[in-house]
């Protein structure tokens, strides 16, 4: 069985202020993970993934995110929120076991404030 | 084509009616996933397919809900009898099954109304 929990549901940062939204995981096989970010009436983009190589991971636009296993946790970063980071990420848990299994999270919506 | 294609990219229909949406995955993408994503929520899995088989339907609602894939390719989602809670998005996603990373690449999504 695998699971994830986004603990924010919302998340607002002032433009030019650190970025963390916050992804745990549960999972029965050694998992990839990862972040996707949804903009207003906008598919799914894929931001950064981990997939056993190394565990701190930089993804597009200036983020990035740490697999800790022992805290079971894939927290997504950046230094300095811009305006156009505003939109809804989702973390993602996938198993390599048996089939393709993909988890979402349930989202964090970041807002930034000028 | 070079994305995830989805079609009708909206679509308003009436209580009772039914309804195909249309997913074409990126050629070559074995694996197909359809998920519903309703207003101020998560994404929902529905079903995915392997090929033109479907090892996992759990996550279909109800049995007003079916999909199919011909061909390995172009899949459909139906809904019988819409509901007005069948209002959402439902996105559609593929990847390649040779590479067992779970990445998907998701199409736009199709918007349902139901009035």
């Known amino acids: 069985a695998q699971s994830v929990t986004q603990l924010d549901s919302h998340v607002s940062v002032s433009e030019g202020t650190p970025v963390l939204l916050r992804c745990n995981y549960s999972?029965?096989?050694?998992?990839?993970l990862f972040w996707y970010v949804q903009h207003p009436n906008k598919g799914l983009q894929l931001l950064l993934k981990?997939?056993?190589?190394?565990?701190l991971v930089k993804g597009i636009n200036g983020f990035e995110a740490e697999f800790k296993k022992s805290e079971t946790s894939f927290h997504l970063t950046k230094p300095s929120a811009h305006m156009s980071d505003a939109a809804e990420y989702f973390c993602?848990?996938?198993?390599?076991?048996?089939?393709?299994?993909?988890?979402f999270g349930t989202g964090t919506k970041l807002q930034v404030i000028p | 084509g070079a994305g995830v294609s989805q079609s009708p990219s909206n679509k308003v229909t009436e209580k009772g009616k039914d309804v195909e949406l249309r997913c074409d995955p990126i050629?070559?993408?074995?694996?197909l996933y359809w998920y519903r994503q309703s207003l101020g929520q998560g994404l929902e899995f529905l079903i995915y397919?392997?090929?033109?088989?479907?090892?996992?339907k759990s996550g279909l609602p109800s049995d007003r809900f079916s999909a199919e894939r011909t061909g390995g390719s172009v899949s459909t989602l139906t809904i019988q009898r819409t509901q007005q809670e069948d209002s959402a998005v439902y996105l559609c996603a593929s990847n390649s099954a040779g590479v067992r990373t779970g990445e998907l690449f998701f199409g736009e999504g199709s918007r349902l109304t139901v009035l």
């Open positions: 981990y997939t056993s190589a190394a565990t």
């Open positions: 050629s070559g993408h074995t694996a």
């Open positions: 999972s029965s096989y050694s998992p990839s």
């Open positions: 993602v848990v996938s198993s390599s076991g048996g089939y393709q299994k993909v988890t």
């Open positions: 397919f392997q090929g033109n088989s479907a090892p996992d």
